[in-house]
Every structure is written in structure tokens, then in C-alpha cells.
């Protein structure tokens, strides 16, 4: 395994639409045992392909204290949103921001696993919440997107600040 490379804000990269997996292979499982292992490696929650430069549909999340509830979703679309939240969100893409996002309390996802297999996953709260901003990196959406232009302003310029900063120390 290793520990891929994640793209930041505001590499274009991370605007691209992911294309659907065709092929699963051996390839597809190790690729997505890397993100696993890259995810944890940053201290993240969930990560999609596109924020490692692969624009395939495949997002992995544990949201679990010990790390051991991976779920992995391919191709993964949304069949049914209820409800609404306010979630603090923060994006690997977006290191060391976080702001509040609303979305669907809950969410039905047909999936298919590393397998080719196809299921369907519902999610609640916190965790719908992390589907839902993964599925966003595959269309090429960030979570500031939904923001209102001030607020991104704020953000980014938090960002900007936060990278000046790191790159003197």
C-alpha cells in the first residue's frame, strides 16, 4: 500500500468529473486499499478519487474512533435525500478549514463494491453528511461551493493565510 498524493484547493483538478469504474480488478483493490491508507494517513473521515488526481467514481469513508468501519462505494448515485441538517464540515482538500453546510439528513446510495457487486447503503447524520460531500469531489464540487460568496471569500482568504504561513515556519 501507500500513501497517495492529495490535491488542494485551488488546483483545477479538483473541478473534474470523475467517469464511471468499468473494470474491477486486482488494480481497483489496491487502489482503493491506497486510499484507505492515505485517508488515515491525513487524519480524514472520507476521500474521494478526484482528490488524489484519479477522476473515477470511488469515494471511501470510516468515520469509526478505531478505524475499522471502512465502507467503500463505486459508482455510488443517490436515490433518495430526506430531511435537512446543519453539518461543520472540513475537506483534506481544504486543510485546517471548516464551515457549516446544509445538506439531506438522510441519504439512499446505490453502490456497487470493489467486486463489481451492486447494494444499497443508507446513511444518517454525520455519515450522510460524508457521502454526500464525497459524492460532490466525483462532480467536481467543493463544499465551499455551497457557501455564500462572502463567506467562501473569508474561507479562502483563512486559507491563503493558513498556507503563507506554513510555508515560513
Known amino acids: ?3 497517495l498524493s492529495i490535491l488542494e484547493f485551488p488546483d483545477p483538478r479538483l473541478r473534474t468529473r470523475a467517469a464511471p ?12 486499499a491506497d486510499m484507505f ?9 472520507g476521500l474521494a478519487a478526484t482528490q488524489v488526481n484519479v477522476h473515477q467514481r470511488v469515494l471511501v469513508i470510516d468515520m469509526s ?3 475499522n468501519q471502512p465502507l467503500v462505494l463505486i459508482n455510488a448515485e443517490i436515490v433518495a435525500k430526506d430531511g435537512a441538517q446543519v453539518y461543520q464540515e472540513g475537506c483534506l482538500s481544504f486543510p485546517g478549514l471548516y464551515a457549516d453546510v446544509t445538506r439531506a439528513l438522510k441519504v439512499k446510495v446505490k453502490a456497487q463494491d470493489p467486486d463489481g457487486k451492486d447494494f444499497v447503503y443508507e446513511a444518517e447524520g454525520p455519515l450522510a453528511v460524508a ?3 464525497e459524492m460532490d469531489h466525483l462532480e467536481g464540487k467543493v463544499f465551499v461551493d455551497y457557501l455564500s460568496p462572502l463567506k467562501r471569500s473569508l474561507l479562502l482568504k483563512r486559507l491563503e493565510k493558513h498556507r503563507k504561513q506554513a510555508a515560513s515556519a
Open 37 to 45: 491508507e492515505t485517508m488515515y494517513a491525513a487524519n480524514g473521515v
Open 65 to 67: 474512533e478505531e478505524r
Open 21 to 32: 469504474v468499468s473494470v474491477f480488478d486486482a488494480n481497483l483493490k489496491q487502489f482503493v
Open 1 to 3: 500500500m501507500s500513501v
Open 131 to 133: 457521502v454526500q460531500h
